[in-house]
């Protein structure tokens, strides 16, 4: 059974780098599709980018010029960097990973990020 | 991008009751549409992919439908533990977007 571990700071201030870190535990990293995904506190879900396999990165045009999505297969991790955080990036991120085909089956247990002053 | 509009925002419905849901897109996600289930505090589960396949695991309670732009998420008779909040999302094209959601209360 996946397990999909994330951590990183979850207090920042305005201007600051957010950096998360999201393990996979018991299963293939390279057969799946590995995304970032967030949710500000009582809103809907957000989806910030994703890397596939073969190392390209596909991210929300929203963010693109903050975000980069990272992979080291030699560990089985995934990384965000969302740079010059303010307070409209607080919000829980999850990283989630699918199959090409399917949602997102496994999910991370998710981490509160805060940005204030 | 394309958009996806849920209806409606907010339900209310008892237990027992059939509840369905609507999942809208502004272009076709040529079928390549899932549904998750999220309660407060957890991450979101996949309930359905590609529009009206059954994830592994999932009560045969909930079933999705439909094609092109137009969705819906059938939960059959609805049980206290299907309270909670149920998000479309496209995976079509990319960004891949997720609907507003719509959050089944207790009637």
């Known amino acids: 059974q996946v397990q999909l571990q994330q951590w990183g700071a979850g207090l920042l201030k305005p201007s600051e780098t957010l950096s998360l870190t999201c393990a996979v535990y018991?299963?293939?990293?390279?057969?799946?599709?590995w995304s970032w995904i967030r949710q500000p506190p009582g809103k809907g879900l957000e989806w910030i980018g994703e890397?596939?396999?073969?190392?390209?990165?596909y991210y929300n045009p929203s963010l693109r010029s903050r975000v980069t999505i990272s992979e080291d297969t030699s560990k089985n991790q995934l990384s965000l960097k969302l740079t010059s955080v303010t307070a409209t990036d607080t919000a829980v991120y999850f990283c989630?990973?699918?199959?090409?085909?399917?949602?997102?089956?496994?999910w991370g247990q998710g981490a509160l990020v805060t940005v204030s002053s | 991008d394309i958009q996806m509009t849920q209806s409606p925002s907010t339900l209310s419905a008892s237990v027992g009751d059939r509840v369905t849901i609507t999942c809208r897109a502004s272009?076709?996600?040529?079928?390549?549409l899932a549904w998750y289930q999220q309660k407060p505090g957890k991450a979101p589960k996949l309930l359905i992919y590609e529009a009206s396949s059954l994830e592994s695991g999932v009560t045969s309670r909930f079933s999705g439908s439909g094609s092109g732009t137009e969705f819906t998420l059938t939960i059959s008779s609805l049980q206290p533990d299907d309270f909670a909040t149920y998000y479309c999302q496209q995976y079509n094209s990319y960004p891949l977007t997720f609907g507003g959601g719509t959050k089944v209360e207790i009637k």
């Open positions: 890397i596939i396999h073969s190392g390209t990165s």
């Open positions: 272009q076709s996600t040529s079928g390549w």
């Open positions: 989630a990973r699918r199959r090409r085909g399917k949602g997102y089956d496994s």
């Open positions: 018991g299963g293939s990293f390279s057969d799946y599709y």
